[in-house]
């Protein structure tokens, strides 16, 4: 047993250590600021239109169900599986593999379609009016989310219903047969491709593309200002389109970072079932899983953070209960 190997070990087990204390924290966090960020949304009072007011309270049902399917009913029972034994026991792990999948895709794919909905309307005029509606992304909504679930249909009948209870994508008891089999390891790795890799190109894409409209639009108008009186008043075109592109990138930036290990451990474990040899330390995907379910707690803070309307709102919020309980006492 050499030196190397027991250092990745002793980081393993560290790490295991503390992702008992972790992810019940998440969940404790994540559940809550959710539940507030929907309720502060759904009121309509943050200063968004309906359109991107729609996608914002789709993207944190979503991370409210990826923390209960995952972290709650999944890595929480994986980390303490001495006391949460008998998980192995309750035949549901392929209908809850299902699930699990399904809102984990329509949590990826909605920061897509978010993302293009912010390109359109800053990119393109003509066709904002017609793209950028609420009834257009609740139709984008509905067809994501049906085609996540037909997709993931699949793990029902390539999972048995028995608990693994092991920290990796299979936490469901596999068949040898199947687990072994050339057509199940390349089924997972379209998986892994389709959520979260082509996710990330298309988020770089579209975040570029913007980029690249917003500074052409800025010199143009610049250039025009010049030409007219010499002074730089403040432009309210330009002003709401730094505005949607601060909240554009700081999502899908969060989104990034959190989901790139995760990402690239699956992409290399994937490649290895398919005979490549690739191979991370055990203790890397666990980072990655850590990172990754981090990101379903993050955008609550980022539009605290960035939007000044959801501030107010969240303020008034919390200080509305101890208003009332100054009231009743007076």
Not at 92 to 106: F, I, K, P, R
Not at 182 to 196: G, I, M, N, R
Not at 233 to 260: Q, Y
């Amino acid at each position: 047993m050499g030196l190397g190997f027991l250092v990745k070990l002793r980081i393993l087990q560290a790490i295991q250590e503390v992702q008992k204390i972790y992810y019940p924290v998440l969940s404790a966090v994540g559940v809550p600021v959710n539940l507030v960020t929907i309720a502060i949304l759904s009121r309509g009072k943050c200063g968004l239109s309906k359109c991107v007011t729609h996608y914002l309270v789709a993207m944190a049902a979503t991370d409210l169900l990826v923390i209960i399917f995952d972290l709650i009913l999944r890595q929480i029972p994986i980390v303490y599986r001495e006391k949460f034994g008998f998980v192995r026991s309750i035949p549901l792990c392929n209908s809850h593999a299902v699930l699990l999948y399904a809102v984990t895709d329509c949590s990826v794919w909605f920061t897509v379609t978010f993302t293009f909905d912010r390109f359109i309307a800053i990119c393109s005029s003509k066709l904002r009016a017609k793209y950028c509606t609420d009834r257009t992304a609740l139709i984008v909504l509905g067809t994501v989310t049906a085609a996540s679930c037909l997709k993931n249909i699949s793990w029902y009948f390539l999972y048995t219903t028995r608990y693994w209870l092991t920290n990796t994508p299979w936490f469901c008891l596999v068949l040898s047969a199947v687990s072994q089999s050339l057509l199940w390891a390349v089924f997972e790795f379209l998986h892994y491709v389709l959520t979260p890799f082509i996710p990330f190109f298309l988020i770089l894409l579209f975040n570029a593309l913007t980029v690249k409209s917003i500074l052409m639009a800025s010199r143009a108008r610049k250039r025009l200002q010049s030409r007219g009186s010499g002074e730089s008043p403040t432009d309210p075109e330009m002003v709401n389109r730094r505005k949607s592109m601060i909240l554009l990138f700081v999502i899908s930036g969060n989104f990034m970072v959190l989901w790139a290990l995760f990402m690239v451990c699956s992409v290399v474990k994937r490649l290895d079932y398919l005979g490549v040899p690739a191979s991370f330390p055990n203790f890397v995907p666990e980072i990655g899983f850590m990172l990754q379910n981090l990101s379903c707690c993050t955008n609550t803070f980022i539009y605290a953070v960035t939007q000044r309307k959801f501030r107010e709102e969240l303020k008034n919020g919390v200080t509305y209960p101890f208003a009332k309980m100054i009231m009743l006492i007076r």
